[in-house]
């Protein structure tokens, strides 16, 4: 498996963002940018604006996580802004494979999302058609919260299918993902890592993202 971490911003200092980034940047392969309208979850993060002000920086390619009601509206504005990887939720999407269809036509890369209560059933029929499934690992709105073992029941039958399948779909997972969590996560099948507080909320944030980095690939499959 080839592992992808991406850091996820959300918890990093949001004064000094670009050097937050540039001092994990040789660890990292995206950035997690998460988008939340305080009406999907309850809380309020980044819009159009500063993702486009990233994508200017070109440091690394973008991961948009959106966090919002509507997405069938929204999406695309976030690929048009910048975002490489576009991932929507699919409990507020009202026809998901529009969406994707939609974000496929703008050559961005397109992920679903599905939130703990949400079982892998509800999604495997989209697998063939998307580039990523990311499976929550905390009640999505926050960062710095436990992660949920038993969410990893569902990456193990995704992994599954994707490889019976013979498919290109990454898994993601995001939330709570730290030196306690991160190996169980590659072992039971996700290939790409969102972490966030384990890095930026440590005292040395580049060393940190470094071992996760490296804990994740020694313990791949
Ligand atoms: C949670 C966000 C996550 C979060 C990850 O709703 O989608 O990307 O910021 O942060 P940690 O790694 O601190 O859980
Ligand atoms: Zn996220």
Not at 29 to 57: Q, T, Y
Not at 112 to 121: E, F, G, H, N, S
Not at 193 to 219: C, H, T, Y
Request: a negative charge; proline letters at 4%; charged letters at 25%.
């Amino acid at each position: 498996m080839d592992i992808k971490i991406a850091a996820s911003i959300l918890n990093a200092d949001p004064i000094n963002l670009e050097d937050e980034i540039i001092k994990v940047q040789e660890s990292i392969d995206w950035i997690h940018f998460d988008v939340m309208d305080n009406h999907f979850v309850p809380n309020l993060s980044f819009g159009k604006s500063l993702l486009e002000a990233l994508s200017r920086k070109r440091i690394k390619p973008l991961d948009a996580h959106l966090m919002i009601e509507n997405p069938d509206l929204w999406a695309c504005d976030f690929a048009d802004a910048g975002a490489d990887s576009v991932t929507f939720h699919l409990e507020a999407a009202k026809d998901p494979q529009k969406i994707i269809k939609d974000i496929h036509n703008l050559n961005k890369r397109v992920g679903v999302a599905i939130k703990p209560r949400t079982t892998y059933d509800q999604v495997k029929e989209l697998l063939p058609l998307i580039d990523v499934l990311l499976v929550m690992t905390v009640e999505p709105g926050f960062g710095g919260q436990k992660f949920m073992d038993d969410m990893l029941l569902k990456v193990e039958q995704a992994r599954k299918d994707i490889t019976k399948s013979d498919l290109d779909v990454w898994i993601q997972v995001d939330g709570g993902v730290g030196f306690q969590t991160i190996e169980k996560a590659t072992q039971s099948g996700a290939d790409f890592l969102v972490v966030g507080s384990a890095a930026f909320a440590a005292s040395e944030p580049e060393k940190a993202m470094k071992q996760l980095r490296n804990l994740a690939i020694a313990s791949a499959k």
